[in-house]
Each structure stands twice: as C-alpha cells, then as structure tokens.
C-alpha cells in the first residue's frame, strides 16, 4: 500500500522568515489531517530556517536542487552531503525548470541553456542523493509541442529510462516520481485527470522494467496547476499517489485542501 505523498515546491519564492511564517499557518490548516505524507522544499538559503521550525512536526524538508559532487571547487553548488547535514530528506530533481524548459517559455532561448539539465545530470544527482540517503523526486514530463507530435510516452519513458540508468534497482526504493507536463506548469492548465492516469500508469509500467519488482511501491505523484478543487479528482486515479504542487503550496489554505485530498 502506497502513502499518500504532498510536495510543495516553492520554487524562488519566501524568505526563511516568510516561510516559517507560511508553515505555521499551514500546520493549522492540516491540523489532525492523518495518513498523508507532506514535504515542503524552500530555497536553498531557507532550509536552515524551515528545518527549524518543521523538525517536531509532521512535515518534511526537501530542495528543489543538487549538484552531484561530494565537495570541492565548484562555486554555487551545493551538495547532497550539506543538503543532509540541513536536514533534508528528499529532492527535486529533472524539474522541467532546470531542465531549462518552461511552461510559458518567457525567458530568451540564450537564457534556456543556462538551465538546461540532462538525462546524464539527473542521472549523478540521483546517485548522490540515494548515497546521502535522500530521497529524489524524479520529474518527467512533455513539452506542448512534444504532446502535438504524439510523443508524450517517447519522451516520458526516455527521461525516465536515462535518469535510472545503470542504478541497482534497490538503492532507488525511496524514490518518487513525478509526471509534470510542461504545458500545465504554472499555467492554470491541468492534464485531464484520466490522461494524467494513463502517464502515471505507463510511468509505473516503466518503473517495473528498470526496477523490478519496485514499480507498484514507487509512489508516482502527479504535477501541474494543481489546487484543491482539480485534486480529488487527481487523487482518485490508481496510480496517482499525491501531487508536486508549485503556486498553490504558498497558500496554507489551498495547500492544507490539497494535502487533505491527499489523505
Ligand atoms: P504549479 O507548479 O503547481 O505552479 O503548476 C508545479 C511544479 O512546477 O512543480
């Protein structure tokens, strides 16, 4: 039996003043909501803060990035050893935004490859983690035009199968994955709860082909203009075990619905 999983991910939002500030209301909204799992990911310079304040309480604390060396010269990195000295259990990783693909592509194509993570980067970066003992959520998703050119399975699985590459099956049991399509990041548009199934489902599937045995205990989230009156309907799909939810997890009131749809 999968647990339900809720992630917020703030992206570059809050100060560690703020957020605390976020977590307190936001621990009152869920008040006695049982039977769920709930991470929050700030930025990294917030972390210390937020683990304060969610260390003796029901909440996680994740990052929304790695890089994959243990240490050294590499100036801006932050490591998989320092995010677990800060307390962090689990991590973004292959976000469709460090992937340098945006929902709405605002940024100039000059400014894409600044971000522009690989297969092969996610690929270290899950490996550092599950060496740190942190769990990595792995994201996978299409972009508008991939969908139109019907290559939404291609593509899903081909990120999947190269983030996983070559990683014994059994260090990534903690692993979550999350099925984010491009196109309903941050744009108000959420897949149709019966598409968003199926991708999860194939995800699974594919899951169960580079780590057998695994696919039916790695919890499989959905993400995507997720709020609390698209999530129940999300929820109640088969293979959707919760949601990676980014504008919405910065309204305690909305994110304490959604979490309660998710229990
Ligand atoms: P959104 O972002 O909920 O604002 O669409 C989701 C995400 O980027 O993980």
């Not at 243990?70 to 320092?82: E, P, R």
């Not at 522009?116 to 959520?137: F, M």
């Not at 910065?250 to 229990?263: D, P, Q, T």
């Amino acid at each position: 039996m999968r647990r339900p999983l809720v992630v917020g991910n703030w992206k570059m939002n809050l100060s560690g003043v703020e957020g605390v500030a976020l977590v307190e209301s936001f621990l009152r909204a869920i008040y006695l909501v049982d039977g769920v799992d709930v991470v929050i990911c700030p930025s990294h310079v917030a972390l210390q803060s937020l683990w304060i304040s969610v260390r003796d309480t029901p909440l996680a604390l994740g990052a929304q990035d790695v890089f994959w060396e243990h240490h050294g010269a590499f100036t801006g990195k932050v490591s998989a050893c320092m995010l677990r000295q800060a307390g962090v259990t689990y991590c973004i990783v292959g976000h469709s935004e460090t992937r340098g693909r945006f929902g709405k592509l605002d940024v100039p194509e000059s400014t894409l490859s600044t971000f522009a993570e690989s297969d092969e980067t996610v690929n270290l970066k899950i490996r550092s983690l599950v060496y740190q003992g942190i769990a990595p959520i792995l994201c996978v998703g299409e972009t508008l035009a991939e969908r139109e050119a019907g290559r939404t399975d291609e593509v899903v699985l081909g990120q999947l199968a190269g983030a996983l590459h070559g990683i014994d099956p059994d260090e990534i049991r903690h692993l979550v994955v999350a099925y984010e399509p491009v196109w309903a990041i941050g744009t108000g548009k959420t897949c149709d709860a019966a598409e968003a199934q199926r991708v999860c489902a194939l995800i699974r599937s594919g899951l169960d082909k580079v780590a057998p045995g695994f696919g039916n205990d790695i919890r499989v989230l959905y993400g995507g203009s997720v709020k609390g009156a698209n999530s129940k309907e999300l929820f109640r799909q088969p293979d959707i075990d919760g949601g990676l939810v980014g504008g919405a997890s910065l309204n305690a009131k909305e994110f304490g619905e959604i979490v309660r749809c998710a229990a």
